[in-house]
């Protein structure tokens, strides 16, 4: 079955870059049928759509994040990856990564990994 | 504040129906299709209806959604005790070309 789960330090430092990975179980992210999205909550704004890869490796971001957001795909590890610049107390979250067929319909989750901006 | 607006709470007791409302604009609801997610409780997301009403595969019948123009609801008949959690709704926004989410419902079954 597909399994999706996030992997990266739960303590990033103020205006460094935030770098978490999913791997990818049960599906390869070479399908053409799929795009996997970074996904965020917190108390304060709730879940937040971040950006998706496609496996082509065309990327779609949030515009609110986007000067800072990078999302890539490592085929041969079936993994992707996000990468957030500049992080500040704000970015504090449960991170989770999710497979999805189209904007908005997201069918597997992993499980979430709550990473802390702090000094 | 959210783009998509719930209600922050509801209740129910064991057997009754409770519906969810999420509403939005015509850059989103009004011409996309919206989703609806359960989150029980220390866990991730679970999708409960895409395409506005649509069950993906092991999803209950007494699950269902319906969009009206720029508003969705989410009905849950024959409530449960492992029903209580809270319930997002979400589309695709044209105007800010973004996945945007309601702030969520929390269902409290008594």
């Known amino acids: 079955q597909v399994q999706l789960q996030e992997s990266g330090p739960g303590l990033v430092r103020p205006w460094e870059t935030l770098s978490l990975t999913c791997s990818v179980s049960?599906?390869?992210?070479?399908?053409?049928?799929?795009?996997w999205n970074w996904i965020r909550q917190s108390p304060e704004k709730g879940l937040e759509w971040l950006g998706y890869?496609?496996?082509?490796?065309?990327?779609t971001y949030n515009p609110s994040f986007k000067s800072r957001l990078t999302v890539s795909l490592d085929m041969s590890r079936n993994q992707f990856s996000l990468n957030l610049k500049s992080v500040t107390a704000a970015d504090t979250a449960m991170y989770f990564c999710?497979?999805?067929?189209?904007?908005?319909?997201?069918?597997?989750w992993g499980q979430g990994t709550l990473v802390t901006v702090s000094s | 504040q959210s783009v998509l607006t719930q209600p922050p709470s509801a209740s129910g007791t064991p057997g009754q129906r409770v519906t969810f409302s999420c509403s939005g604009s015509?850059?989103?609801?009004?011409?996309?299709?919206v989703y609806w997610y359960q989150q029980l409780p220390g866990t991730a997301p679970k999708l409960l209806i895409y395409?506005?009403?649509q069950r993906p595969s092991g999803v209950p019948e007494r699950f269902s959604g319906s969009k009206s123009g720029t508003s969705a609801s989410l009905a849950v008949s024959g409530l449960r005790p492992e029903d209580e959690g809270d319930y997002h709704c979400?589309?695709?926004?044209?105007?800010?070309?973004?996945?945007?989410f309601g702030g969520g419902t929390r269902l409290t079954v008594l």
């Open positions: 999710a497979r999805s067929y189209s904007y908005g319909h997201f069918d597997f």
């Open positions: 049960g599906v390869s992210v070479n399908i053409g049928s799929y795009y």
């Open positions: 890869i496609y496996y082509s490796g065309s990327t």
């Open positions: 015509s850059s989103n609801i009004g011409n996309r299709y």
């Open positions: 395409r506005n009403d």
């Open positions: 979400a589309a695709w926004d044209d105007s800010l070309s973004a996945v945007i």
